[in-house]
Nanobody, 124 residues
Framework: QVQLVESGGGLVQAGDSLRLSCAAS????????MGWFRQTPGKEREFVAY????????AYGNSVKGRFMISRDNARNTVYLQMNGLKPEDTAVYYC?????????????????WGQGTQVTVSS
């Protein structure tokens, strides 16, 4: 079992930046591809970003491309999401997840391990 814990969320103003962290514990001898998703009430969980196990391959959702950057430090078992130029529409609970299954990296079904989420609120 792998446990994922997000941190770094908070209340910011439009245009500000935040860096979210996702710390992995438990069965960390295996290195996983990782993703970030976000969700607001009444909406489907939205793909935000993906990073391969090596950190050399990334992918981003269209709504955050050019503003967000995913990175990882495998020595620290931590994945990061740097969020720049935040907009009110970025307000959501952000989840990190470990990619296990085959298929699209943007599909929720590809991820078997999820964190509890961290709230990001962007005021106008």
């Amino acid at each position: 079992q792998v446990q994922l814990v997000e941190s770094g969320g908070g209340l910011v103003q439009a245009g500000d930046s935040l860096r979210l962290s996702c710390a992995a514990s438990g069965r960390t001898n295996s290195i996983y591809d990782m993703g970030w998703f976000r969700q607001t009430p009444g909406k489907e969980r939205e793909f935000v970003a993906y990073i391969s196990w090596s950190g050399t391959s990334t992918a981003y959702g269209n709504s955050v491309k050019g503003r967000f950057m995913i990175s990882r430090d495998n020595a620290r078992n931590t994945v990061y999401l740097q969020m720049n130029g935040l907009k009110p529409e970025d307000t959501a609970v952000y989840y990190c997840a470990a990619y296990i299954r085959s298929g699209s990296v943007s599909a929720i079904g590809g991820y078997d391990y999820w964190g509890q989420g961290t709230q990001v609120t962007v005021s106008s």
